[in-house]
C-alpha cells in the first residue's frame, strides 16, 4: 500500500486556489449520467448528497434513521467555527489554520486543514442563505462567541441548538433535491459492505431494516459520511446508533485507517450515576466561558459546594494554565480533572466529578443574560440531575465524545480504495490529536459543501465511460452472501448473553485502557482481553426475533461486532505510539508537571493500518505530516 | 436512590398488518435516577433473559434534539412532564408499584412499524413539498450582507427549535400536523431569506399535510401543551393568515 496524499504543490495559501482552477470538470451531460451513493446524512452527508445533486449528478443516500433530519449532528450544540473576523480581533484565514493546527498537536495534514479554514466563511454564508436562524447582534449583524483553545470569537452559534440548526439547514437542501427527483433517499437503510470492482469502489450492499431485505446498489462513486466510532466505549455522547460499522467494512475492504487511538474525551459532561447508564450527555463547551472550574482544596471534602468559602476552593485550571485559564482545549482541560479526581479531591457521591460553577458570572451579569446565553443547558442538566445550576454549580466529568481518527484520505478525501471517498467524522484528516471547539460541524460542512464537490470531479470525470454496472456481477453476489451469513451465525448462534452484556464489557475494557490515560503493559494486556471477548461473543451472543421485521436487536449485534475488531485496533495504534500528544496520553512520556511529551523526531506521521485479516496484525504504514508552514513546538496554554 | 418496581403495560404489534395488543410485564431493579430510556432497556434484557423479544422503540440521541423518541405515557405524548422529549424523561417522576401504560403514537399518517415504531416519513415529505429555500451551494451573499433584527432572529429560531418529533399530531384528536407544519413555514417567512417563496411555500406544505392524510386544526391547543420544545400555536395562526393571503391574491 502506497500513501500518496495528492496535496498539490505550490505555497500553502495557493494550494487550494491553483487546485480549483485547474481540476478537471465533468460536463452537465456526463453529470447526468454518473451515480454516486452516499452513505450518511449528518452534515457532512446531507450538504454533500444536496451539492453534488445540485450540480447535475444522480445521488443515492442511505441512513438508519427513520429520517435524515435526525443523524446525531443534530445534537451539537455549541457553535461553529469561521474565519470571518467579524469581531474585528484579529481574526484570519491563517489564524484559524494555526490554532487548528496546534490544537490538534501537530498531528495533522497542513494542506488540508488550511483549505478547511479558507473555506470556512463560506459555510457561514451559504448558512444564513437557507435561513438557519444564527444569533444576532442588536444590530442586525451575526454574534460570535469564544471557545477553547483561541483567543478569538469566531464561533458562530444559535442558542446551544447550533448542530440542530445547521442540520436541518443543511436536510432542507437535501429534501429540495429529493423533491426533483435529483437524490433518491432510502431512510432506515444500513450500509453492511462495499462492493469492489476491478479495485475500484463500485457500490454497496444495503439492509433494510425493516423488511430485513438485502439491496444493491450501483454508483460510480461512493462516500461515506457515517460519522465516529466513540460508542466503542460502550458511555459516550454519541446517539445510541453511532456506530463504525460503514467505515469497518471499508477498512476491511482496503481502504486504511489512521490514528484510531486518536479520541477525544470532553471535559464537561453530566457524570456518570449508575451501572444502567447507556450514554452520557454533553454540557457544551461554551459554558467555560462563564463557568469556573474548581474542586475543594481539601481532600475529601463533602461539605455542599455553597458552604466551602472562597479560599477553600482550588480553580485549578486558572492556576495552572493563567493564560486560557478555563478555556484551554479539552485534552488538557480533561485531563486535569482527571489528575485532580485520581488524588482524591473530585466531588459528588462517586468522587469522579469536578464542579463547573456559575456564581461569578451571575453575579457579575445577571441571571437573565446568563439565562439567555445558557438557559436550554441549565434546563437539560436539571432534567438529567434535578440540580439547578442556578442555585448550585454543576458537577461534570469528561466524556467520550468525538474520533479525530478515522479513515485515511489524500487531499481529495478520497480513501485508498479508488472511488472511496470518507468526509466529516469518519475521515482522519483535520483535527490531527485533539480538536478544538466548533470545528467539528465546521469540517463536516466544508468537507460536504464545498471541498468534495469540487474533488470528486477529478476521479469522475475519467470514469464518463463507464457504464451502470449490473449489480449481478460476482462482486456483488459476493458481498450481499457475505453479509447474509454474518446476520444468520448472529441470529442462530442461541447463546446466552445479550448484545448489550458484550457492548458494555468492550466498553469498560476501551474505556479503562483506552482512555484518558494509556501505558504499555495495560494496552498489551487489553489486545488478549478483546480478542477473548470477541470470541465468547461468537459463541454466546443471543440475538432474538428474526430478520424479516424490524430487529434493533439484530441491527446492534451486528455493530457491536466490528467494535470489537475497532477495539483491538485502537490498542495496537495507542502501543505503537510511543509518546503523548493530544488526546492520546502515555503515562511514560510526560513532562515533569505532567503536560503530554510530544516526540517529533520520531512520531511526525499519520499512523495508517492496513487490514491483513480478522486473526492476522494489520500493517502499519505511517504518512510523513512533514510541516512546512508551522514549526511545531511544545504546545503550552500557560 | 431507592429501589422501583413497576407494572407495565406495554403495546406489542409484530408488523404493521398485525393487530397488536397490550402485554404486561412486571420489571424490578429499577432505580429514581434513571431515564425512561434505560428503564426500557432493563425491560428490555430482562425480557431478553426470559426469551422474549424485546420492545421496539424508537430512539437514538437520548437528550432531547433528534425527535426519534416517542410513546405515549399514560395518555400522554412523551408523559407527564412539560416541555420534555420521552429520552428526557426520568424515574424519579414516578412512584414504586405504578402501572405505566405505553403506547405508539397514534395517526393515520403515522402507521405502526412495530411495537412502538411508527413510520413518520409523512414529516419529510411535507419538508420536501417546500420546506426550504432554494438556494444552491456557492450562490450565498456575505452572511452578514442582510441585517436581520434580533428579535426576528430570536423569534425565527423558536419556531425553528422544533424537533419534528410528531407528539403534535400523537395529541391532537384529529391528528392534524398544524404545528409542524406551521412552525417550518414561519420559521422561513421571519425570515428575509425566505419572501421570495414565501406564497408557494404554505401553498405547497398545506396541501400536502392534507394529502398525507393528517386532520385539520381545531384550535384546542393540545398540541402546544404536549410539543417537547414548547412550540407556540400563535405559528399556526401566522400559517393560516399567510395560507389564506396566499389563495386570495393567486
Given at each position: 500500500m502506497i500513501l500518496d496524499n495528492?496535496?498539490?504543490?505550490?505555497?500553502l495559501e495557493l494550494k487550494w486556489t491553483k487546485y480549483k482552477s485547474k481540476v478537471p470538470l465533468v460536463s452537465p451531460a456526463n453529470k447526468r449520467k454518473l451515480e454516486i451513493i452516499v452513505v450518511g446524512t449528518g452534515l457532512a452527508g446531507a450538504s454533500a448528497a444536496s451539492s453534488l445533486a445540485e450540480m447535475g449528478y444522480r445521488v443515492k443516500c442511505f441512513c438508519f434513521q427513520d429520517s435524515p433530519r435526525r443523524a446525531h449532528s443534530i445534537a451539537a450544540q455549541g457553535g461553529i467555527n469561521a474565519a470571518k473576523n467579524y469581531q474585528n480581533d484579529g481574526d484570519s484565514v491563517y489564524r484559524l489554520f494555526y490554532d487548528t493546527i496546534k490544537g490538534g498537536d501537530y498531528r495533522s495534514r497542513e494542506a488540508n486543514v488550511y483549505r478547511l479554514a479558507e473555506v470556512s466563511a463560506s459555510i457561514i454564508d451559504q448558512c444564513v442563505a437557507q435561513g438557519v436562524p444564527f444569533a444576532r447582534e442588536y444590530g442586525g449583524t451575526l454574534d460570535n462567541r469564544s471557545f477553547g483553545g483561541v483567543q478569538v470569537s469566531r464561533t458562530f452559534y444559535a442558542r446551544g441548538q447550533t448542530g440542530q440548526q445547521l442540520l436541518l439547514g443543511a436536510y432542507s437542501a437535501l429534501s429540495r433535491q429529493i423533491s426533483k427527483g435529483n437524490v433518491k433517499m432510502y431512510n432506515r437503510h444500513e450500509m453492511v459492505e462495499i462492493v469492489k470492482i476491478d479495485g475500484k469502489a463500485r457500490g454497496v450492499i444495503v439492509r433494510n431494516?425493516?423488511?430485513?431485505e438485502f439491496n444493491r446498489h450501483f454508483g460510480h462513486a461512493v462516500v461515506l459520511a457515517t460519522g465516529g466510532y466513540g460508542n466503542v466505549y460502550y458511555l459516550s455522547t454519541n446517539a445510541m446508533g453511532s456506530n463504525v460499522t460503514a467505515a469497518w467494512k471499508a477498512y476491511k475492504s482496503g481502504a486504511a485507517f489512521s490514528n484510531p487511538c486518536f479520541t477525544q474525551i470532553h471535559p464537561t459532561c453530566i457524570p456518570v450515576s449508575g451501572e444502567y447508564q447507556s450514554k452520557l450527555t454533553l454540557m457544551s463547551e461554551s459554558l467555560r466561558n462563564d463557568g469556573r472550574i474548581w474542586v475543594p482544596k481539601k481532600k475529601g471534602d463533602n461539605r455542599p459546594p455553597s458552604q466551602i468559602p472562597e479560599e477553600e476552593r482550588d480553580y485549578y485550571l486558572e492556576r495552572r494554565y493563567p493564560a486560557f485559564g478555563n478555556l484551554v482545549p479539552r485534552d488538557v482541560a480533561s485531563r486535569a480533572a482527571k489528575e485532580r479526581c485520581d488524588e482524591g479531591y473530585g466531588v459528588g457521591k462517586t468522587g469522579l466529578a469536578v464542579y463547573l460553577d456559575f456564581e461569578d458570572a451571575i453575579n457579575r451579569l445577571g441571571k437573565d443574560i446568563v439565562s439567555a446565553r445558557y438557559g436550554n443547558l441549565f434546563a437539560m442538566y436539571d432534567k438529567i440531575t434535578g440540580d439547578d445550576p442556578y442555585s448550585t454549580p454543576m458537577r461534570i466529568f469528561p466524556a467520550v465524545h468525538y474520533t479525530m481518527g478515522g479513515l485515511w484520505v489524500d487531499y481529495d478525501l478520497m480513501t485508498t480504495v479508488p472511488g472511496l471517498y470518507a468526509i466529516g467524522e469518519c475521515n482522519f484528516s483535520d483535527h490531527g490529536a485533539n480538536r478544538l471547539g466548533a470545528s467539528a460541524l465546521m469540517q463536516g460542512l466544508a468537507d460536504g459543501y464545498f471541498v468534495l464537490p469540487y474533488t470528486i470531479g477529478k476521479y469522475l470525470s475519467e470514469d464518463i465511460r463507464t457504464n451502470p454496472i449490473s449489480t449481478n456481477h460476482d462482486s456483488f453476489t459476493k458481498a450481499e452472501n457475505n453479509a447474509k451469513e454474518r446476520n444468520k451465525m448472529l441470529l442462530l448462534n442461541h447463546g446466552k448473553r445479550s448484545v448489550e452484556s458484550f457492548h458494555r464489557d468492550l466498553g469498560r475494557i476501551v474505556w479503562d485502557y483506552c482512555g484518558m490515560s494509556r501505558n504499555e503493559p495495560n494496552l498489551i494486556a487489553a489486545i488478549d482481553r478483546i480478542k477473548e471477548l470477541r470470541n465468547e461473543f461468537w459463541k454466546d451472543v443471543k440475538v432474538l426475533g428474526d430478520d424479516k421485521t424490524y430487529n434493533p436487536e439484530l441491527d446492534k449485534a451486528g455493530r457491536v461486532a466490528d467494535f470489537f475488531e475497532l477495539g483491538e485496533l485502537m490498542m495496537r495504534d495507542a502501543l505503537e505510539r510511543n509518546e503523548s500528544c493530544g488526546g492520546h496520553f502515555r503515562e511514560e512520556f510526560q513532562t515533569g508537571e505532567g503536560e503530554a511529551l510530544r516526540d517529533d523526531k520520531k512520531f511526525t506521521f499519520a499512523s495508517t493500518w492496513e487490514f491483513k485479516g480478522v486473526d492476522e496484525p494489520p500493517v502499519l504504514h505511517k504518512e510523513d505530516?512533514?510541516?512546512?508552514t508551522v514549526k511545531p513546538t511544545q504546545r503550552s496554554y500557560k | 436512590m431507592g429501589d422501583l418496581q413497576l407494572t407495565l403495560k406495554v403495546w406489542r404489534q409484530r408488523s404493521s398488518s398485525d393487530k397488536g395488543k397490550f402485554e404486561t410485564y412486571d420489571v424490578s431493579g429499577l432505580n429514581s435516577h434513571m431515564s425512561f430510556l434505560e428503564m426500557m432497556d432493563v425491560l428490555n434484557e430482562q425480557l431478553v433473559g426470559k426469551d422474549i423479544e424485546p420492545i421496539a422503540f424508537d430512539h437514538d440521541c437520548r437528550e432531547g434534539i433528534c425527535g426519534m423518541c416517542s410513546m405515549v405515557i399514560n395518555g400522554r405524548a412523551h408523559g407527564p412532564l412539560k416541555g420534555t422529549t420521552t429520552c428526557q424523561l426520568h424515574m424519579r417522576h414516578f412512584k414504586n408499584e405504578d402501572t405505566i401504560t405505553i403506547e405508539p403514537w397514534r395517526a393515520k399518517a403515522f402507521p405502526v412499524v412495530k411495537d412502538l415504531v411508527v413510520d413518520r416519513s409523512s414529516f419529510d415529505r411535507i419538508i420536501q413539498s417546500g420546506g426550504y429555500v432554494s438556494v444552491n451551494t456557492g450562490s450565498a451573499p456575505d452572511g452578514n450582507a442582510i441585517p436581520i433584527p434580533k428579535e426576528v432572529a430570536e423569534e425565527a429560531f423558536d419556531a425553528a427549535a422544533c424537533i419534528g418529533c410528531g407528539a403534535c399530531v400523537a395529541t391532537c384528536k384529529n391528528a392534524s400536523a398544524s404545528l409542524f407544519v406551521s412552525a417550518k413555514v414561519s420559521q422561513l417567512a421571519l425570515l428575509p431569506q425566505g419572501q421570495p417563496e414565501r406564497k408557494e411555500r404554505v401553498n405547497k406544505m398545506v396541501s400536502k399535510m392534507d394529502e398525507e392524510g393528517f386532520g385539520h386544526c381545531t384550535n384546542t391547543g393540545a398540541c402546544q401543551a404536549e410539543c417537547p420544545k414548547e412550540i407556540s400555536i400563535e405559528y399556526i395562526r401566522k400559517m393560516n393568515l399567510d395560507y389564506n393571503l396566499s389563495n386570495l391574491k393567486g
Open positions: 495528492k496535496v498539490p504543490e505550490g505555497p431494516l425493516l423488511t430485513g505530516l512533514g510541516f512546512e | -
